[in-house]
């Protein structure tokens, strides 16, 4: 829909979580969207090196313009208690953030994201054509968009609650962004999403669409939304963004060493989970199915490599009178509820350096709305003035320590690279590209003429 003393921090295990998901930036192939992610991470400290957000902000959240930069957190222009600017992006991100706040406060009582009354820090404005947005572990972002496909992310409301939802994550059950644990962590994020459209709105889990990212596309796309809870793989059907793969059962989970395993492909499986419970539950999804949820997420029962099983064990746990309802609703998508449920999930291979080989590959995926990027690149090759400066970066970099940074903390809803040159695979999360690093992914993913 579209709207004019804390515990101790337990981080994403270095992986940011991008809306846009990677399977469709790959599709797109946005390498403007990549270049700015990457330059961004060198030339901005991680998250854990960042100042601390009542640092930089006294209200309860606080709006910055990037200006079309990467520089983050950028130039403030409008507080809690401020009027509207007249900038629709700064003006829906104040709106998206107030009501997402209120949701948690009222609903659930929690004082922000941690609990404690941390202001919100969100920057819109950000990049150039620059389709995503994102929680790095410190605070919200938000791209304009490409103005083809994607239009503004601030402009659906679901958005600015999809990505505090990750805030909240993070501080609570710590859902680690990979595998199955990584796709909870999708779905809560997207449970809380539809809970405040719908509260806004009004509407019960009977009226309710179950759109989750409809107001960021533009006109002439083919597709309802990003995803659909009520029936994962239907939201879009477009020549460009290809048909919806999200899976809504766990005979059809997607095994795969792209997306953080998947993290966006397979929380299909408990969104629809959680829309058939809320159904059963009955009442607002909010303070019916989604209080179950909070409660499992926040009560102790779900850790940081918490299975399918194991969530749904919890929900389970937490429903009460509705404790049937809830088991028969995660039945129906193929999950037993099992306490203790975990599982590690898979990281993917390591390499532990390389020399300069005469192929590179570069594959990015993660991202909110998924969209996947690769290209290759000869190293040999003299028509391509991209060669040499590949060559020289290759000599600079070290993967092995970049594969050691891959576990620095990062956020919810960013980018994911794979690197393969001279036999070795290495997989890195943006926050630890590194500046060489940072630099290769971007002159591989530039179209060969493009200037730099």
Do not use: K
């Not at 929900?315 to 049937?324: F, M, N, P």
């Amino acid at each position: 829909m579209t709207l004019g003393p804390p515990s101790a921090p337990r981080p994403l295990a270095g992986r940011r979580c991008g809306f846009v998901p990677p399977y469709l930036l790959r599709r797109l192939g946005w390498e403007q969207t990549l270049s700015l992610d990457a330059g961004f991470r060198a030339a901005r400290p991680g998250p854990a090196s960042a100042p601390p957000l009542a640092a930089r902000a006294t209200a309860a959240w606080t709006v910055h313009d990037a200006g079309a930069t990467t520089t983050l957190p950028g130039r403030p222009v409008r507080r809690a208690g401020e009027g509207a600017t007249g900038d629709p992006a700064v003006d829906e991100a104040a709106t998206g953030i107030a009501a997402s706040l209120a949701l948690f406060t009222d609903v659930y009582g929690r004082d922000s994201y941690d609990d404690a009354g941390a202001p919100v820090s969100l920057t819109v404005h950000y990049g150039r054509d620059y389709a995503n947005a994102f929680w790095d572990g410190t605070q919200l972002v938000f791209g304009d968009g490409d103005g083809e496909v994607f239009g503004r992310f601030t402009a659906a409301v679901d958005v600015l609650a999809h990505e505090l939802a990750h805030a909240v994550t993070e501080r609570s059950a710590g859902l680690v962004y990979q595998g199955q644990s990584g796709a909870l962590n999708e779905s809560v994020s997207d449970v809380f999403a539809a809970c405040l459209a719908q509260r806004l709105l009004g509407q019960s889990p009977q009226e309710a669409d179950w759109l989750i990212g409809a107001d960021i596309f533009l006109p002439g796309v083919a597709a309802r939304g990003l995803r659909d809870m009520r029936a994962p793989g239907t939201a879009y059907d477009d020549p460009r963004l290809g048909t919806d793969p999200q899976p809504g059962h766990l005979d059809d989970y997607v095994e795969t060493s792209e997306d953080n395993g998947g993290v966006h492909l397979n929380s299909g499986i408990p969104n629809r989970a959680f829309q058939l419970a809320a159904v059963a539950v009955g009442g607002s999804s909010a303070e019916g199915a989604g209080a179950i949820w909070y409660a499992a997420l926040t009560g102790g029962r779900v850790g940081p490599r918490t299975d399918f099983a194991g969530f749904a064990a919890a929900t389970v746990a937490a429903a009460g009178v509705h404790a049937d309802a809830v088991g028969a609703a995660w039945e129906e998508v193929g999950v037993t509820p099992r306490a203790g449920g975990s599982r590690a999930g898979e990281d993917g291979a390591v390499g532990r350096g390389a020399d300069p080989g005469r192929r590179l590959t570069v594959r990015r995926t993660g991202g909110f709305a998924g969209l996947r990027a690769e290209a290759d690149l000869d190293l040999d090759a003299d028509d391509d003035p991209r060669a040499a400066e590949a060559r020289s970066l290759l000599e600079r970099v070290d993967l092995a320590a970049a594969a050691a940074r891959a576990e620095e903390p990062g956020g919810a809803d960013r980018f994911v690279y794979d690197v393969d040159v001279a036999g070795t695979h290495v997989r890195v999360p943006e926050q630890a590209l590194g500046a060489d690093l940072a630099r290769l992914v971007e002159v591989v993913l530039r179209p060969p003429g493009d200037p730099a």
